[in-house]
């Protein structure tokens, strides 16, 4: 997607709605700073146990990617307690929007940290012309499973199919 094209504006706030929730607020990551790269080593692996965090090079090409857009949720003491990937791709049917990533710290659940991040996503998503935005979940993962139908996302009839392709240099 072009540079011109791409919603990008530093520490862009949205909360619930267009509201703040209270004691959380959402930003977009501009640069990598070591508290990114902490708070990137601490959530993942809340998220992921097969996959590592990744490092500050991974971050940075991330961050300045013009297809992904890096949200952060911050809590009243402006730590990062949350985190999801917003990816926009232009296909021959259309802008697509698809959320990846979704991750609150086990201490910060049920404040609506979640919600803030997706209502973020689906409002930039929204803002440069996505007609629709996908995301998915993992049945076990009940609260984000409740939450996203709460939001209004429906449970689509489709199969995901996955195809695990050999790294050059032997990983996978």
Request: proline share 7%; net charge negative; charged share 25%.
């Amino acid at each position: 997607m072009p540079p011109e094209d791409r919603p990008h504006s530093p520490n862009h706030d949205n909360g619930s709605n267009g509201t703040s929730t209270p004691g959380v607020s959402v930003t977009e990551a501009t640069e990598v700073t070591d508290e990114l790269v902490a708070a990137f080593a601490r959530l993942i692996p809340q998220l992921s146990t097969s996959n590592p965090p990744p490092g500050r090079a991974e971050l940075e090409e991330m961050v300045e990617s013009q297809t992904s857009i890096v949200l952060m949720a911050r809590d009243g003491s402006d730590s990062i307690v949350g985190s999801l990937t917003l990816a926009l791709f232009r296909v021959p049917t259309g802008l697509r929007a698809w959320i990846e990533d979704v991750v609150v710290d086990g201490s910060a659940r049920g404040v609506g940290a979640g919600e803030a991040l997706v209502t973020a996503a689906v409002d930039r998503a929204g803002a440069v012309g996505a007609r629709t935005v996908d995301l998915t979940s993992r049945p076990s993962r009940e609260a984000a499973n409740r939450l996203y139908v709460r939001m209004g996302f429906e449970l689509r009839t489709t199969n995901v199919y996955r195809r695990t392709s050999e790294v050059p240099g032997g990983e996978s």
